[in-house]
């Protein structure tokens, strides 16, 4: 087999925008190399490292601020690299130059919107709301049906840990793809860093106030748009013994962006590692469950008084953009790699009829 054949053989064995395999099931070949003798080293370095997160995670808390999450998120990559070429490292500090990049500008949203001047948002997206609720506040509805402030109900908790993944599922997942896969990495990379990227954009020139500070939570500012609506996570930790929780959850609201609440993070990153995982899963049953993970989230957004269901709605929305072009955009180098093969194949001289 020449070498053009095989890279077809390659190209063909590429998973498409869904990230299955679909053109052909030639699979590459696989060059036999000599066992890495860091391979052990690595493997001891990462538990160590998992043991020292869930310690950390046990006696502190999440971590919430981004710079905290980008460092934490290094250190893991740096110990999963042990032992890796040089080219490797040169490799992983643009990938983290990139990524660090990409969370700052999101801290920095805040900002820039403050000194552009752009109006904050209060009546606008509730009245979005109602239109869509038929005149209902959700948050306002959900909490006086569900919600008792003498008493942390089993949602109370539930809903407090679904909102809570919001801070490192995201990060988990580009963590593993990066040390396990990283052309799947940087599929997931180019949706991730688009959704953000327009969500940054929102967040400068859309600032919105979430239920609760629009029913007057924050004493910074006074509004009165809504009825009662109450910040619930940090009860819910706080019930179950996690007071490092509210703990971490109080120290890192300074790194905060109160009014990137248009579109919802939570909600569109819940749906994001849902519609990225889904080609690889294939039980029904699994998939409706990955499905319910979304939708938890999004209850649990607007119960908890963090999102209007507009936001929601516009979290969703996002990603559902964000991987509709990055899939065309990868169909189209795809299909282009596999034509050029076709060319280079065609012109290649016949070298087993030249051999006497």
Do not use: K
Request: glycine content about 6%; some cysteine.
């Amino acid at each position: 087999m020449t070498s053009v054949e095989s890279s077809i053989d390659r190209i063909l064995a590429e998973p498409d925008a869904s990230g299955a395999p679909t053109l052909g099931t030639a699979t590459p070949h696989r060059p036999i190399v000599a066992r890495d003798p860091f391979t052990a080293v690595r493997t001891a370095l990462v538990c160590a490292y998992v043991a020292a997160y869930a310690i950390w995670f046990a006696t502190r808390g999440v971590i919430v601020d981004r710079i905290s999450v980008t460092v934490s998120v290094g250190v893991l990559l740096v110990v999963a690299n042990v032992g890796r070429p040089v080219r490797r490292w040169i490799q992983l500090a643009r990938d983290m130059a990139l990524y660090a990049a990409m969370w700052f500008a999101y801290e920095e949203s805040r900002g820039i919107a403050d000194r552009l001047g752009f109006p904050l948002q209060v009546e606008s997206v509730r009245n979005i709301d109602r239109a869509l609720l038929f005149g209902a506040d959700a948050s306002v509805v959900l909490q006086r049906r569900f919600y008792d402030p003498d008493h942390v109900r089993w949602y109370d908790v539930a809903g407090s840990f679904v909102y809570l993944t919001h801070f490192w599922l995201p990060v988990a997942v580009i963590a593993v793809l990066f040390v396990r896969n990283r052309r799947q990495w940087a599929r997931f990379m180019r949706r991730f860093a688009t959704v953000l990227f327009a969500a940054c954009i929102m967040f400068v020139v859309v600032p919105t106030a979430p239920p609760w500070m629009a029913a007057g939570g924050d004493s910074r500012i006074r509004l009165d748009a809504l009825g009662p609506v109450e910040r619930i996570p940090w009860r819910a930790w706080r019930h179950v013994g996690l007071e490092s929780f509210v703990h971490a959850w109080d120290t890192g609201r300074d790194w905060l962006n109160y009014v990137a609440a248009m579109p919802s993070l939570h909600a569109a990153f819940a749906l994001f590692v849902v519609v990225f995982a889904f080609p690889w899963v294939r039980p029904r049953v699994a998939r409706l469950a990955m499905l319910g993970f979304p939708v938890a989230m999004a209850a649990a957004l607007v119960y908890l008084g963090e999102h209007y269901v507009a936001d929601v709605l516009a979290g969703w929305l996002l990603v559902g953009v964000a991987f509709w072009v990055w899939n065309r955009i990868e169909r189209w180098q795809r299909r282009r790699r596999i034509v050029r093969s076709r060319l280079a194949l065609a012109s290649a001289p016949d070298v087993s009829r030249a051999v006497p």
